[in-house]
Each structure stands twice: as structure tokens, then as C-alpha cells.
T-cell receptor, first 111, second 113 residues
């Protein structure tokens, strides 16, 4: 079955602490992996994608095909990182690509 | 560049009624997809349209339908509303290519009484 699993509904960390939001996926094929973020009163937006291998706002995510994981990490959490984070994959064949989202993890960074 | 626009932003309906939601994608984007967002279920895929054709469909009952017009604007319709249909309905537009970024609207919040 094709699915994206985010095991934590809520993750609370203190400011300055490392943060890791977990994401595991199940997909037969080679999907593209993404993290989307929704800050309070803002639209859902792309944070980063595995193919670009870049760091956005201090966040990185490494695709581990062996463990089928795409965990999001940041070494030092900031209060402005508090948001809802969704892991997603895009996969399919030409003309049938679709996105599958996880259920999301709410990150709360405490002062 | 104007973003994705959804109308109406808020609406209240009663059980048994029907509702139509509208989405105007970013200019040049040919793919429009719809999602239902609820606190318990997260983002659930409804369907995607590309160049006026439904390309993908999620696991929702037939009461949920959609269409896309030649200018890429899309509408989704929910008939015979149920209390459980109360949710934020998000529209996203993209180029439609594999791995393409989704650009989301602010959503239409539907409350069914």
C-alpha cells in the first residue's frame, strides 16, 4: 500500500534544542519526497524537497531508501519554527502522478 | 504573480444540502488538486485535474465530484452533505509534472450543521 506515516501528532521541544520530525513511507517505485509546512494563519507551503538537497531555514532532510524514511531535522529549534509539518511523496507514471500526504506533526517550540 | 484563490472562504450548510467550491490556479498551471483537511485525518487527497481531465482520484464517495474548465479554474461539488464533511477544503495548483511543487490556496472552510 502507498502511504506516508508521521508517527508523532505533536512534538514539543525547547528553544535551542535539536528537533527531528519523523517520516516513513511505503511506495513501490522511486517517489519524490517533500516536506510542507503550515505556519499559523498562513498557507500550506513547500519547505524542502529531497531532490534539491538544500537546507531551508536551517532544516535538512535526508532520504534513506533502505529505511524508507525522510526525517526532517534542525540542530537548534527556534520559536518561529512552531507550525504544522506534513511529509509528502509524489509518485506515479507519466500522466498519473499524485501526491500522498502524511497526517502531519505539530511542532511546538517552547521558550 | 497572483496566488491560488479559493472561494468562498467560509460557508455554513445543513445536512442534505449541496455545496460548490471554486479554485483559480496560478496562471500557467494546468494541474489543480483538491484536499480535505481535518484535525484527525490530516490532508486527504480528493482528486486532481489536468487539462480538464480527472487524472487521479482519492478514496472518497461519489458525493464528491469536481471539474476543470478550459482556463484551468476548477470547482468541486459535494452533494447530500453529511456532518462529517465539515472540514477545510484546500486547492493546490502545479505544473502537473512529476515532483512539481504544489501551491496551495487558503482554503474553504465548510461547516455542516
Amino acid at each position: 500500500a502507498q502511504r506516508v506515516t508521521q508517527p508523532e501528532k505533536l512534538l514539543s521541544v525547547f528553544k535551542g534544542a535539536p528537533v527531528e520530525l519523523k517520516c516513513n513511507y511505503s511506495y513501490s517505485g522511486s517517489p519524490e519526497l517533500f516536506w510542507y509546512v503550515q505556519y499559523s494563519r498562513q498557507r500550506l507551503q513547500l519547505l524542502l524537497r529531497h531532490i534539491s538537497r538544500e537546507s531551508i531555514k536551517g532544516f535538512t532532510a535526508d532520504l534513506n531508501k533502505g529505511e524508507t524514511s525522510f526525517h526532517l531535522k534542525k540542530p537548534f529549534a527556534q520559536e518561529e519554527d512552531s507550525a504544522m509539518y506534513y511529509c509528502a511523496l509524489s509518485g506515479g507514471t507519466s500522466g498519473t502522478y499524485k501526491y500522498i500526504f502524511g497526517t502531519g506533526t505539530r511542532l511546538k517550540v517552547l521558550a | 504573480k497572483a496566488g491560488v484563490t479559493q472561494t468562498p472562504r467560509y460557508l455554513i450548510k445543513t445536512r442534505g444540502q449541496q455545496v460548490t467550491l471554486s479554485c483559480s490556479p496560478i496562471s500557467g498551471h494546468r494541474s489543480v488538486s483538491w484536499y480535505q483537511q481535518t484535525p484527525g485525518q490530516g490532508l486527504q487527497f480528493l482528486f486532481e485535474y489536468f487539462s480538464e481531465t480527472q487524472r487521479n482520484k482519492g478514496n472518497f464517495p461519489g458525493r464528491f465530484s469536481g471539474r476543470q474548465f478550459s482556463n484551468s479554474r476548477s470547482e468541486m461539488n459535494v452533494s447530500t452533505l453529511e456532518l462529517g464533511d465539515s472540514a477545510l477544503y484546500l486547492c493546490a495548483s502545479s505544473s502537473g509534472d512529476h515532483g512539481g511543487e504544489l501551491f496551495f490556496g487558503e482554503g474553504s472552510r465548510l461547516t455542516v450543521l
